[in-house]
């Protein structure tokens, strides 16, 4: 589903975020990345839906290229793979419902399908009771929740987690990662970067470690280090 | 359901910066009507300057009465007379339709002119040289003949107006460009804090894959209203300054000098047609300007 083969990025001319990456990631697989900040956890994530690209090295998403994806494209990878932050990015002035249902409405998906999936993906993370609050009325977890409902409404292939459960209690991430557990048993590829060590030890998935940009381990049903 | 998205969209972009919007809508007004005038005024002046150009500076009008051999011995004087150099012969039928021509907006002359006054035939010269004093002499001599009714010659008057007027013109010209580059970095701005204003929205539109056109168009879109409202202010301008210049040509008083001081319908629509078009190109290039520096795909 997704490929590394050799990838380096460097910014601004002198960092090097990334350094000679290869990892290859299969359909349906939940992998964490570790590795102290600034390690290249967020670069590996931001490339794989080409927010950056590579400097060296290819990158194959869904079997494609993308470094020779054309800009008019990159939308359309972009559907394919839904995002998670640790600061939610929902939009302040739009009620729950509405969060949810803008990522369905700007790619123009047709109404009578934004009100079947939009009621039905509010269900299954638990928030059907308040479609009409705003982010602000809920908890950090609820808001993660609508994050999660957004990421996934559109049914991508690829769920990709950048510190989903960084601002938030041991007991509130603990139902987060059951949820992305349950949307990884649906046959979603889920990409997680973390900092938690209960958890990553607790899910006993595969871990990838980088380290400076380097790939230090990767291995199947890991812990955190 | 796009439709309706786009719409609702611009249409909040607009409230959202009210005071930006009003500022670039002012400008592009002005500005369009500075050079919509400029382009009128151009055409009046030319209009008026007509008969005098091609060279031709003096015009003898022939009397009603006038004689086929008084005229024959005119033509000859004409032909035979060493300061003159081109010339020719207007006769009634052209006089008429050259004067409804002139005419075309007033209507008062019009009716007139098809009622059956009568518009004088006339003997039409450009001197050799530009000489004042050779061209004076040649009008008293035309003058002294008979069967001429009057002889008119390109005079101070005319040249005066077309002087000033090409003056202010140019002037006209020089601020309503400037002031449309002012409209165009304004606009270029409403569209930037209103991307700004959005940022979060178009942030998380990128991520879930909302195609750059999806994200552009609303923006686009409320650059062109606003260059298109601009345009209809000045439209309003330019349809008072165009009354004024027909009211000013029926005017009695004025008339020797502002006589055909019009812009025809035809060309009237045309400068219409042509602030219309600027404004929205105005619009849409001050927000494509916008959106090429500051949205990062």
């Known amino acids: 589903m997704i490929t590394f083969e050799n990838v380096s990025k460097i910014y601004k001319g002198h960092v090097e975020a990334l350094h000679g990456a290869t990892a290859t990631i299969e359909k349906g697989e939940f992998v964490f990345l570790v590795g102290p900040s600034g390690s290249g956890k967020s670069t590996m994530l931001r490339l794989i839906n080409r927010e950056e690209t590579a400097d060296r090295g290819r990158i194959f998403v869904a079997g494609k290229d993308i470094a020779r994806l054309s800009t008019w494209r990159v939308p359309y990878l972009r559907r394919n793979i839904g995002c998670i932050f640790q600061d939610y990015k929902l939009l302040t002035n739009k009620t729950v419902y509405e969060n949810v249902a803008f990522a369905l409405e700007v790619i123009g998906r047709p109404r009578h399908v934004v009100k079947a999936q939009v009621p039905a993906i509010l269900e299954l993370v638990g928030l059907d009771s308040k479609t009409r609050n705003l982010p602000e009325e809920l908890s950090g977890g609820e808001q993660q929740r609508v994050s999660i409902a957004r990421a996934f409404v559109n049914r991508p292939l690829i769920l990709l987690a950048d510190e989903p459960t960084g601002n938030l209690d041991p007991a509130t991430s603990v139902g987060i990662m059951r949820l992305l557990d349950r949307i990884n048993r649906t046959g979603t590829t889920v990409v997680m970067a973390t900092h938690d060590r209960s958890i990553v030890d607790t899910m006993q998935r595969r871990v990838i470690e980088l380290d400076e940009g380097t790939i230090i381990r990767d291995q199947a049903r890991g812990v955190y280090s | ?297």
């Open chain 2, 1 to 297: 359901m796009k439709i309706d998205y786009v719409l609702r969209e611009t249409i909040t972009n607009l409230r959202r910066n009210i005071t930006l919007t009003i500022a670039a809508i002012v400008t592009v007004g002005v500005s369009l009507a500075l050079f919509g005038s400029t382009l009128l005024v151009g055409q009046g002046v030319d209009n008026v300057s007509d008969r005098w150009s091609d060279g031709i500076e003096v015009i003898a009008f022939l009397k009603s009465d006038i004689t086929t051999e008084q005229r024959e011995a005119i033509e000859e004087f004409i032909a035979e007379s060493p300061e003159v150099g081109e010339w020719e012969y207007v006769d009634l039928e052209e006089s008429k339709a050259e004067a409804l021509r002139l005419f075309e907006r007033n209507e008062a002359m019009k009716a007139k002119i098809e009622g059956g006054t009568r518009v004088p035939d006339s003997f039409r010269l450009s001197p050799e040289s530009k000489d004042v004093n050779l061209m004076r002499s040649l009008g008293e001599q035309l003058t002294a003949l008979p069967g001429v009714h009057i002889v008119t010659d390109e005079s101070e008057s005319v040249k005066t107006i077309t002087a000033v007027s090409a003056f202010a013109q140019l002037a006209m010209l020089i601020v309503g460009i400037g002031l449309l580059v002012a409209a165009l970095l304004l606009i270029l701005n409403a569209i930037r804090m209103a991307m700004f204003a959005r940022r979060r929205e178009i942030e998380v539109m990128k991520l879930v894959g909302a195609t750059n056109w999806f994200i552009r168009v609303p923006f686009m879109l409320e650059g062109v209203v606003q260059g298109l409202v601009g345009a209809i202010f000045a439209l309003g301008a330019l349809t008072a300054l165009d009354r004024a210049m027909a009211n000013a040509a029926e005017n009695r008083d004025y008339q020797t000098i502002m006589e055909g001081f019009v812009a025809s319908a035809t060309e009237f629509r045309v400068t219409a047609l042509v602030v219309v078009l600027l404004g929205i190109t105005i619009g849409a290039a001050g927000s494509a300007w916008a959106l090429s520096r500051f949205l990062r795909v």
